[in-house]
């Protein structure tokens, strides 16, 4: 852990502001120009594996080349380190109205739509890897170190799964190449957390919330929520189908319809 007032490759830490499975993040700001805030997000030293500072290189890389409102922001970048906008609003989770959460959800749709017009999956879409702004008014899409081309399926072989498992789609835990409608799955299982309380399947052991992504229909949210109408409960079952091509092929799309259902 650094400390306030300690120096990192020309910044000067503030504070620590969040801690992950594998890295720290600050808040710093440059040596040479104090107005210059920034976040400083550093591996761990027990995680600086290679395999982890390559997840955080091409974190570094995918962010860099995307130009969207609510893509997060990223600057500069060294081994085991990234500097990136600071945004201090915590994550969608914190936005405390159904309105407020729905707003920001169709920002990161229309920021998944972007990403998939240039035939990437962002691949770990959930609720702590969107973060807003102090006041709500932004939604922004962060850590892209899962992020991967969306090609043909053919002669991919099946690797060992990293994902957040309560958001994984079915085809990414069985190993095949994952298409738009992944990360549509994704976001579904984020709505239904931030909406209805729950996100789709909760089991207490892994291979059980994988057998339930992979072969248990998803719940009816409106009997878990009685506030939540039936309409809720059918767009939702076709955005978590187990088959991506039976899900929303449009992030937009899936966030327009539910917005629309809870507006009646």
């Known amino acids: 852990m650094l400390a306030a007032g300690e120096r990192f490759d020309g910044y000067v830490v503030d504070e620590a502001i969040g801690h992950g499975g594998y890295g720290t993040v600050y808040r710093v700001h ?11 997000k550093i591996l761990d030293e027990a995680n600086r594996t290679l395999d982890q500072i390559a997840r955080l290189r091409q974190e570094f890389q995918w962010a860099y080349r995307l130009d969207h409102p609510h893509i997060v922001a990223v600057y500069e970048r060294g081994a085991g380190w990234l500097t990136m906008e600071l945004l201090t609003g915590g994550s969608i989770a914190a936005i405390p109205t159904i309105p ?4 920001a959800l169709a920002q990161i749709a229309d920021a998944l739509d972007y990403i998939h017009n240039r035939a990437i999956a962002h691949c ?33 072989r099946p690797t060992q799964v990293e994902a957040s498992l309560p958001y994984s789609a079915p085809e990414l835990l069985t190993g095949h190449a994952p298409v738009e409608a992944t990360d549509v799955y994704a976001l579904a299982c984020t709505a239904a957390e931030l909406i209805a309380g729950t996100p789709p399947f909760q089991e207490d052991s892994p291979l059980r919330l994988i057998d339930a992504h992979l072969h248990r229909a998803p719940p009816r949210f409106s009997r878990i929520d009685n506030t939540l109408p039936r309409a809720f409960d059918s767009i939702m079952a076709k955005a978590l189908a187990k088959a991506p091509t039976d899900r929303y092929q449009s992030a937009r799309e899936f966030v327009a319809l539910i917005t629309r259902a809870l507006q009646r």
């Open 30 to 40: 440059a040596a040479d120009d104090p107005d210059r805030v920034v976040a400083l």
């Open 124 to 156: 770990d879409v959930k609720p702590t890897n969107i973060l807003v702004e102090p006041d709500f008014s932004r939604a922004v899409l962060i850590d892209f170190g899962l992020a991967t081309p969306i090609t043909d399926d053919i002669g991919r």
């Open 100 to 103: 407020g959460r729905l707003a």
